[in-house]
């Protein structure tokens, strides 16, 4: 209840100026019931989700020579207890207007403003993704729905816990064994479990991703895009580089063509790119974590190790021999790196329908470590009345390679969903889908329904 305080605050404050000729409340309103199967984290659920529902607040005021002064308040609201689905609105964001919080000039020239928002590569993706959000889409930038852990299972190092046992038996007898490999599994399913709750929401491969949106931020937009050549460039200053937010200096563009058509023959093509480059490994990161899991392994191999009897040198030199320098390194050095996004798409308007492709490409290179690339593409149809809406997609993330080596942690997703339209404003919303994660054979099936209401 709260967080509507500093909404109502701000509409009554500037309800009052009558210098802003402009001002509208408005935004997107969505939730759904959505069976979705959720495998380890508990089976098939039945399940109320937001996804991407937020309130704005924008303003105008008319300058000399045609100018406009404008700003832009989006402030996210999650309309569940908790979502599961899509994570958007369940996000840490800091204060007020934690979607998006522009002020800028608008002319003849273009927009320049100020502020925080969605970058131009993440609004590409919800220019050619006609799903209906709930589902997570099928675009080929998206988050996914069934969480994917970084798996360290316990069970894969018993046959390097047994041959230890052995060496300590022989050495100190039996009971040492048992109770020295006690310590080492009771480490092993410490650390597994610090792991899985780390990496809850998407594992390293797609932290690694450009986030959607980012604060500090300078943009400027030109053009029009529904008429002609379109462009924006958004930049993230140095501002950013504080403790707990691994991202200093961050640029996101994109440029664009629509043929100005309305009507079988319209075509749309746009290129955005995304850039970041990191300076150093932030407190609060997957990296960081798992360091610290690292730690309290190391800490208590030692004292399982003690506790079964065995002297201290030993010990220590046990624990120094396994946890080197080497195998923090990866984890706690600081680093630069950068990470580089590209995606292409297009569509074009037949007389049965619209037709989205879109292609992606994502690289991260690090001081020390090997490049990680992932290729991703995506495909989609939809067609409608003014009565009724319907698409089918097809997406397909890739897998991340490092060093050339797949790590299977690509999706594929089949999606059909359909829209009925009460109104101008409030529509029925409908999808069923199919996923595949990690390359497995079975896929997951889900299915949406929900109602979406913009004002």
């Not at 309309?79 to 002319?107: E, H, I, S």
């Not at 491969?205 to 943009?219: G, H, K, S, T, W």
């Not at 140095?238 to 996101?252: H, I, K, L, V, W």
């Not at 923090?328 to 074009?348: F, G, H, K, Q, W």
């Amino acid at each position: 209840m709260h967080r509507f305080k500093p909404m109502a605050a701000a509409m009554a404050l500037l309800s009052a100026q009558s210098a802003w000729a402009q001002l509208s409340l408005y935004g997107d309103l969505r939730i759904g019931l959505a069976s979705i199967d959720f495998e380890s984290r508990g089976g098939r659920m039945l399940l109320v989700d937001t996804a991407s529902a937020y309130i704005g607040l924008r303003g105008v005021e008319a300058l000399d020579e045609g100018r406009q002064l404008f700003f832009d308040l989006q402030q996210y609201v999650c309309l569940d207890g908790g979502q599961k689905v899509a994570t958007d609105c369940a996000a840490p964001r800091d204060g007020f207007a934690n979607r998006a919080g522009w002020l800028g000039l608008r002319g003849q020239w273009g927009e320049l403003r100020l502020g925080r928002g969605h970058t131009p590569y993440e609004e590409l993706t919800d220019r050619y993704d006609p799903s209906t959000g709930l589902g997570t889409g099928v675009a080929v930038r998206n988050e996914t729905v069934l969480p994917r852990y970084a798996r360290l299972e316990p069970a894969h190092a018993a046959p390097l816990v047994a041959a230890f046992g052995a060496a300590v038996a022989a050495q100190y007898g039996q009971p040492a064994a048992e109770q020295a490999m006690a310590g080492v599994n009771a480490a092993l399913q410490a650390t597994a479990s610090g792991v899985r709750t780390a990496t809850m929401l998407p594992a390293l491969a797609r932290m690694l991703e450009a986030p959607i949106q980012f604060d500090n931020a300078v943009r400027y937009d030109w053009g029009q895009l529904e008429q002609g050549w379109h462009g924006a460039a958004m930049l993230g200053l140095d501002e950013n580089q504080t403790e707990g937010q691994a991202q200093t200096r961050r640029f996101s563009g994109n440029l664009g063509y629509h043929n100005g058509l309305q009507r079988p023959g319209q075509l749309r093509i746009d290129l955005a790119y995304d850039y970041t480059r990191h300076r150093h490994i932030a407190a609060n990161s997957l990296r960081g974590q798992i360091a610290a899991g690292l730690q309290a392994t190391e800490q208590q191999l030692e004292a399982g190790l003690l506790a079964s009897g065995m002297p201290a040198p030993l010990a220590g030199g046990i624990r120094r021999a396994l946890f080197t320098p080497t195998v923090y390194y990866p984890y706690v050095a600081a680093a630069r790196s950068r990470t580089d996004n590209l995606m292409l798409a297009t569509s074009y308007v037949l007389p049965f329908g619209r037709i989205n492709l879109m292609a992606g490409h994502y690289r991260y290179l690090s001081e020390g470590e090997a490049t990680a690339r992932r290729r991703s593409w995506s495909a989609s149809w939809e067609a409608g009345t003014s009565q009724w809406g319907a698409f089918i997609g097809y997406r397909d993330t890739g897998s991340l390679k490092v060093a050339g080596v797949n790590q299977h942690d690509g999706d594929h997703k089949l999606a059909i969903g359909y829209e009925r339209y009460l109104s101008r404003r409030t529509k029925l919303i409908s999808e069923a889908f199919a996923l595949r994660l990690e390359d497995r054979i079975k896929p997951s099936r889900g299915y949406v329904l929900g109602v979406s209401h913009r004002f």
